[in-house]
């Protein structure tokens, strides 16, 4: 059984990488996931792309034909533009109105899977110690902080240990960041730097060119 310092530990990083992704591209990537599956669900966005296409393709035949030299050619396009157009209107409203539950269902074991785990853990193990402070190290007081809600006191509480993993957790991600915003701009600066020092060779070569002549 794996570490309780660790769990929390992994728990924490996982919350802050679903916060930092965002909900609404966790849902979509779920969703196109999903649709990979050989379900109903997939059949009909297959059908609604296909409608789509020929949706367009009609459009542009539309598009292309006179209505006045072609009235007739141009009439039959059209009826069937709409008829296509009406089923691809009535798949596209019933695949969203399957995606807002999906996306609900998804919101609701994110939660569990993540928050909801994690305030359960916290109540489960309130009372069992993380690991144990030396005696004298703090004062008596810092020791009841650190051990606050439930647990023995000298030693290291559940949520002061979630509290310290998340804080590592977010000085890391922001240090990541910035060491890779740092190296981007560094690149794009040797890269305007360089173009002057070629102009430059360019200039020295035409002059050169015209002591020359």
């Keep these: 059984m794996p570490s309780l310092l660790l769990v929390v530990f992994i728990l924490q990083l996982v919350i802050h990488l679903v916060n930092t992704v965002g909900a609404g591209a966790i849902s979509n990537l779920l969703w196109i996931l999903y649709n990979k599956l050989p379900t109903s669900t997939s059949a009909n966005v297959e059908a609604q792309t296909t409608l789509r296409r020929e949706v367009v393709r009609l459009k542009r035949e539309m598009n292309a034909t006179s209505s006045q030299d072609e009235f007739a050619k141009w009439a039959k396009i059209r009826r069937q533009h709409d008829k296509v157009l009406a089923e691809y209107d009535q798949k596209t409203q019933a695949l969203q109105s399957f995606k807002s539950s999906f996306d609900s269902a998804v919101g609701v074991l994110r939660w569990l899977g993540t928050n909801g785990l994690r305030m359960f853990i916290q109540f489960w193990f309130a009372k069992q110690p993380m690991f144990w402070l030396p005696r004298g190290w703090v004062p008596g007081y810092v020791e009841w902080i650190l051990a606050f809600p439930r647990a023995p006191t000298g030693s290291i509480s559940i949520q002061v240990w979630g509290i310290a ?32 020092m070629k102009m430059g060779a360019v200039g020295g070569s035409m002059r050169g060119e015209k002591k020359e002549l």
């Design 165 to 196: 993993c998340a804080s590592v957790v977010q000085i890391a991600s922001m240090a990541v960041t910035a060491a890779w915003r740092l190296g981007t701009q560094q690149k794009v600066g040797g890269k305007e730097k360089g173009e002057p």
